[in-house]
């Protein structure tokens, strides 16, 4: 929008300077006024000289409606429009037009990065339990069956060979084992722990994705309301250009003005319908955008309600402006990821201390009880069991603890550095977001008096335009300069809310 205003300006300055450059030389053709004389005190003055009577009427005060009505022009205004481009079809079982909380709620249900992020979640999970593990029993039944078939060596008497029969055995056996570790120093413990703030950091971060994805949501919803009035303002623009013609053809068939006055009027007119077809062109890009944020195909023509009134102030704003200390200490205690910075010190901790206690003796109780057969024939069976306690003392691992130890302290060591960056991160997150939501709040406040007072100066040049008392140049400044209150009126409005959102966001405090 900023840039169609530029190239809107920059021409009808162009057409002023050279409309006030042409002023003291009549252009060759073009009929001359030369002002009335002025009477001499006590003579009366030349008759008045009443306006035509055909000349139009001044275009009523510009207001602009809900962003979201429809224009009721095809896609492009101007041109040659290419089917299946532009408008698509409407959602299939859901409104056409969404609320943000609707909205928020379809991309919460329809956005795969949430899928991946709970995925993510119940790995770590999965990690807490395998962790857990260390501290349960283990039962295990052995069963087996072994043949053995065995000659025997013979020898030699008297030329002929003694060969001993062949011994042939068979055994049974099946036996149940038990074992349970009774202290290894806190190592499983230290596990434990580690693999539960890491799962507690990953739920954080889902917390923190849903945020995300409806910050995401806002963002793209207020965008689209954004370009949906912005196209709004281009349609107004032309519509103000046409009026501005029609005055000037009445201001030639008055005499008033030359006949090539028409072309500089005509330039903004064109110049106003490219940028209506820009506008378009943004609007459904930005209706694309809001589609896709909310995991819809980008060809949906889903529409975001306009939940801000036209000539809103900033007390429409409900969200109160706290301090700088006072937003940093909510950020601090409802930003997930935060806490999960937070967390993943205290399990890199936890880690370290488990891979210190690498080396440390382990004590665990064994038990066992079976049946085994004792003849060869697979009979006799009789019963044995056993009880005892194993200790295990490591001496040498060939450096395997010291390697975990020390990658376990770089870990922390960078656990440490990813939480003062968050914290720094956050804080100015926080003084911007601030900053920014009150210049909203204040700009949104000013904007209302530079809508009304444009609308005042364009009706006024046009009512003098009519009298013939102004020039062509001062009516062409009164339409920029209601076009730009116009566009600084629509920047204003859903700046406030995208501010709004932002701080919600930067705070925590953006989703239920």
Same mark, same amino acid.
Request: no cysteine.
């Given at each position: 929008?900023?840039?169609?205003? !530029?190239?809107?300006?920059?021409? +009808?300055?162009?057409?002023?300077?050279?409309?006030?450059?042409?002023?003291?030389?009549?252009?060759?053709?073009?009929?001359?006024?030369?002002?009335?004389?002025?009477?001499?005190?006590?003579?009366?003055?030349?008759?008045?000289?009443?306006?035509?009577?055909?000349?139009?009427?001044?275009?009523?005060?510009?207001?602009?409606?809900?962003?979201?009505?429809?224009?009721?022009?095809?896609?492009?205004?101007?041109?040659?429009?290419?089917?299946?481009?532009?408008?698509?079809?409407?959602?299939?079982?859901?409104?056409?037009?969404?609320?943000?909380?609707?909205?928020?709620?379809?991309?919460?249900?329809?956005?795969?990065?949430?899928?991946?992020?709970?995925?993510?979640?119940?790995?770590?999970?999965?990690?807490?339990?395998?962790?857990?593990?260390?501290?349960?029993?283990?039962?295990?039944?052995?069963?087996?069956?072994?043949?053995?078939?065995?000659?025997?060596?013979?020898?030699?008497?008297?030329?002929?060979?003694?060969?001993?029969?062949?011994? @042939?055995?068979?055994? @049974?056996?099946?036996?149940?084992?038990?074992?349970?570790?009774?202290?290894?120093?806190?190592?499983?413990?230290?596990?434990?722990?580690?693999?539960? =703030?890491?799962?507690?950091?990953?739920?954080?971060?889902?917390?923190?994705? &849903?945020?995300?994805?409806?910050?995401?949501?806002?963002?793209?919803?207020?965008?689209?309301?954004?370009?949906?009035?912005?196209?709004?303002?281009?349609?107004?623009?032309?519509?103000?250009?046409?009026?501005?013609?029609?005055?000037?053809?009445?201001?030639?068939?008055?005499?008033?003005?030359?006949?090539?006055?028409?072309?500089?009027?005509?330039?903004?007119?064109?110049?106003?319908?490219?940028?209506?077809?820009?506008?378009?062109?943004?609007? =459904?890009?930005?209706? /694309?955008?809001?589609? @896709?944020?909310?995991?819809?195909?980008?060809?949906?023509?889903?529409?975001? =309600?306009?939940?801000?009134?036209?000539?809103?102030?900033?007390?429409?704003?409900?969200?109160?402006?706290?301090?700088?200390?006072?937003? &940093?200490?909510?950020?601090?205690?409802?930003?997930?990821?935060?806490?999960?910075?937070?967390?993943?010190?205290?399990?890199?901790?936890?880690?370290?201390?488990?891979?210190?206690?690498?080396?440390?003796?382990?004590?665990?109780?064994?038990?066992?009880?079976?049946?085994?057969?004792?003849?060869?024939?697979?009979?006799?069976?009789?019963?044995?069991?056993?009880?005892? &306690?194993?200790?295990? +003392?490591?001496?040498?691992?060939?450096?395997?603890?010291?390697?975990?130890?020390?990658?376990?302290?770089?870990?922390?060591? @960078?656990?440490?550095?990813?939480?003062?960056?968050?914290?720094?991160?956050?804080?100015?997150?926080?003084?911007?977001? !601030?900053?920014?939501?009150?210049?909203?709040?204040?700009?949104?406040?000013?904007?209302?008096?530079?809508?009304?007072? /444009?609308?005042?100066?364009?009706?006024?040049?046009?009512?003098?335009?009519?009298?013939?008392?102004?020039?062509?140049? !001062?009516?062409?400044?009164?339409?920029?300069?209601?076009?730009?209150?116009?566009?600084?009126?629509?920047?204003?409005?859903?700046?406030?809310?995208?501010?709004?959102?932002?701080?919600? =966001?930067?705070?925590?405090?953006?989703?239920?």
């Amino acid at each position: 929008m900023n840039s169609r205003l !530029l190239i809107h300006t920059a021409g +009808v300055a162009a057409a002023a300077f050279a409309l006030a450059f042409a002023a003291s030389t009549p252009a060759r053709g073009a009929s001359t006024h030369q002002p009335a004389p002025v009477a001499a005190a006590g003579t009366p003055g030349p008759p008045a000289v009443l306006p035509p009577s055909n000349l139009p009427t001044p275009y009523p005060e510009v207001t602009l409606g809900p962003a979201n009505a429809p224009t009721s022009l095809p896609f492009p205004a101007y041109g040659s429009p290419v089917p299946g481009v532009g408008k698509g079809p409407a959602p299939s079982g859901l409104p056409q037009i969404v609320t943000l909380k609707q909205a928020e709620d379809i991309a919460f249900a329809r956005v795969p990065t949430l899928a991946s992020a709970r995925a993510d979640a119940g790995i770590a999970h999965a990690a807490v339990r395998l962790a857990q593990t260390g501290y349960l029993p283990s039962l295990a039944g052995t069963g087996s069956t072994t043949h053995t078939n065995e000659q025997n060596g013979g020898s030699t008497r008297s030329g002929f060979v003694t060969v001993a029969p062949e011994y @042939n055995t068979t055994d @049974n056996s099946l036996s149940v084992g038990l074992k349970q570790l009774i202290w290894d120093g806190g190592k499983i413990a230290a596990s434990i722990r580690s693999a539960s =703030y890491a799962e507690t950091a990953s739920v954080d971060n889902y917390k923190r994705d &849903l945020q995300t994805v409806a910050y995401n949501v806002a963002q793209a919803y207020y965008n689209a309301l954004l370009a949906e009035r912005s196209t709004a303002v281009a349609v107004e623009t032309v519509k103000l250009d046409l009026v501005q013609e029609d005055l000037v053809r009445a201001s030639i068939r008055a005499g008033t003005e030359a006949p090539t006055d028409l072309a500089t009027a005509q330039l903004p007119t064109a110049q106003a319908r490219v940028a209506l077809v820009k506008a378009q062109a943004t609007e =459904y890009d930005a209706i /694309a955008t809001f589609a @896709n944020a909310m995991g819809l195909d980008s060809n949906t023509f889903i529409e975001p =309600y306009d939940d801000t009134p036209v000539n809103s102030t900033g007390s429409v704003s409900t969200i109160p402006v706290p301090s700088y200390d006072k937003a &940093l200490v909510r950020a601090y205690a409802l930003r997930p990821d935060f806490d999960a910075s937070l967390r993943t010190v205290q399990s890199s901790q936890a880690a370290l201390r488990s891979a210190k206690l690498g080396l440390f003796p382990t004590l665990s109780g064994s038990a066992s009880f079976g049946t085994a057969s004792t003849n060869s024939q697979a009979g006799a069976y009789l019963n044995n069991n056993s009880i005892g &306690l194993v200790l295990s +003392v490591p001496l040498y691992d060939q450096g395997i603890t010291a390697a975990n130890v020390l990658q376990a302290r770089y870990t922390l060591d @960078n656990s440490n550095a990813e939480l003062e960056t968050a914290r720094q991160n956050l804080q100015l997150a926080v003084k911007q977001a !601030l900053v920014n939501l009150v210049a909203a709040r204040s700009q949104l406040d000013e904007v209302q008096a530079e809508v009304a007072k /444009a609308n005042e100066v364009l009706r006024a040049t046009q009512a003098q335009y009519r009298a013939g008392v102004t020039t062509l140049p !001062l009516l062409l400044n009164a339409q920029v300069g209601i076009t730009q209150a116009l566009v600084d009126q629509v920047s204003a409005v859903y700046s406030l809310r995208q501010a709004e959102q932002t701080y919600l =966001y930067t705070v925590g405090a953006n989703t239920p």
